[in-house]
């Protein structure tokens, strides 16, 4: 079992930043594919980012939001700058035992294992 736990939520103002940080149980973190996905009041779950043979991301969000990792950490980070109203969600943390070489898979919400309980972030306006 894989445990995940997140953090970094909060509420920020437009335009600001914040890092979401999840550290992860688990003694192989490097071979692991870690992905971030949101979901929103009343919208299904979507894929944000993740890292695993490569780094993925969805198209509207490259370029502002930045996915890391530390392997000696346990820990993958989603920097996320010049917030906008709109990606206030439940981000959400999931992780999966191989690496994904494939965007299409990496994205999938089916693909993950295992699942972190959530960070809120409010960005208002």
């Known amino acids: 079992q894989v445990q995940l736990v997140e953090s970094g939520g909060g509420l920020v103002q437009a335009g600001g930043s914040l890092r979401l940080s999840c550290a992860a149980s688990?003694?192989?973190?490097?071979?692991?594919?870690m992905g971030w996905f949101r979901q929103a009041p009343g919208k299904e779950r979507e894929f944000v980012a993740a890292?695993?043979?490569?780094?993925y991301y969805t198209d509207s969000l490259k370029g502002r939001f930045t996915i890391s990792r530390d392997n000696a950490k346990n820990t993958v980070y989603l920097q996320m700058n010049l917030l906008k109203p709109e990606d206030t969600a439940v981000y959400y943390c999931a992780a999966k035992s191989t690496l994904a070489f494939s965007r299409l898979i990496a994205a999938r919400n089916d693909y993950y294992d295992y699942w972190g309980q959530g960070t809120q972030v409010t960005v208002s306006s």
């Open positions: 890292v695993g043979g490569n780094t």
């Open positions: 688990g003694r192989t973190f490097s071979s692991y594919t």
